[in-house]
């Protein structure tokens, strides 16, 4: 049976000596369930978390911002889930990096008994993130997700990196949350952050901006990938149907979307493929409905992708 708690009920809260810092720590009797955040300037945060609960845990939040919110995620220890209200799912992992751009806060944080996960995150608004980057950019990496009424888009999920594993190592080992060392802890932070964004979205110092009838092209070939999945889509295939060269389909998707026309189509079938599971039907059965012709093919990719197997999502609502 799972634990329920509510984000919303009044946790046994901490306030250290600084203001920057504020620690939140679960019941005993659920276990050793804690996180710390502080604040590094406005719309920026770093979170350093720890769960090892007694029982399966499902944590709900109800946090809700008139911003979209960035969200970087380095996974220390262990493994846990995030399933928002419209069921978009995304696997936080050890040794890998995910980031995930949010509409609000509201879903479940999912966490196994007896599993210590350890995670550290970088929080940064909308604003904060169009400072640093600039608008145009900013809109690019947080634009509205595929699926309609989402809340929750990830970007990409990577392997830590050696560079960033040393700016998370220097921002784990501060033992006390109230060290005086803002200046240490703003450093590592905005490293960590300018080599994420730098990943997603490279800087070019003469990069065209998008006209509208591009725009409008990138959207179509968008929504034949989400239409026709189920056929063996090709770049060649979406710039015949939309007009554009295979250069322009593939800038314009990673400037447009934050991703390849590739990783839209699998992120595409991934979501469709585990709500066709989830309602019920065979793991040979989803994967032919999303686009593929060998079900081993399929579940590797989905294994790769949630972290999980599929016949271990197949007809799990009840």
Not at 203 to 217: F, N
Not at 284 to 306: K, L, M, R
Request: charged share 20%; aromatic share 8%.
């Amino acid at each position: 049976m799972l634990e329920r708690i509510s984000a919303r009920q009044a946790y046994p809260t901490t306030r250290c000596q600084t203001q920057d810092w504020v620690a939140y720590r679960l019941p005993s009797q659920v276990g050793e369930c804690h996180f710390e955040r502080h604040l590094l300037e406005p719309g920026l945060s770093l979170v350093r978390s720890r769960y090892m609960p007694h029982a399966d845990l499902v944590e709900t939040s109800h946090q809700e911002t008139e911003q979209r919110t960035l969200v970087i995620t380095f996974g220390l220890r262990g493994e846990s889930e995030y399933c928002d209200q419209h069921g978009n799912r995304v696997t936080f992992k050890a040794g890998q990096t995910s980031i995930n751009s949010f509409r609000d806060g509201r879903g479940e944080r999912r966490f196994s008994a007896r599993q210590d996960v350890q995670q550290l995150r970088l929080i940064v608004s909308e604003n904060t993130l169009a400072d640093y980057i600039g608008e145009e950019r900013c809109a690019q990496l947080l634009c509205e997700p595929h699926a309609p009424n989402s809340g929750l888009r990830q970007l990409t999920f990577h392997a830590n990196t050696s560079s960033s594993r040393a700016h998370i190592q220097a921002l784990t080992q501060l033992k006390e949350i109230n060290n005086p060392d803002k200046l240490g802890l703003r450093i590592h932070a905005l490293s960590l952050l300018s080599e994420q964004l730098q990943i997603l979205t490279p800087a070019t110092a003469t990069q065209r901006r998008l006209s509208d009838p591009e725009q409008d092209k990138l959207e179509q070939a968008r929504q034949i990938i989400f239409t026709q999945m189920a056929q063996p889509l090709t770049n060649h295939y979406l710039c015949s149907c939309v007009g554009l060269s295979e250069s322009r389909l593939k800038d314009g998707f990673r400037r447009y979307f934050g991703v390849t026309p590739r990783r839209c189509l699998l992120e595409a079938r991934m979501h469709k493929a585990w709500q066709l599971l989830e309602a019920g039907r065979q793991v040979a059965e989803a994967a032919y409905s999303v686009g593929y012709s060998h079900p081993s093919n399929f579940s590797t990719a989905f294994s790769q992708f949630f972290g999980r197997t599929p016949k271990s999502v197949s007809g799990t609502r009840n």
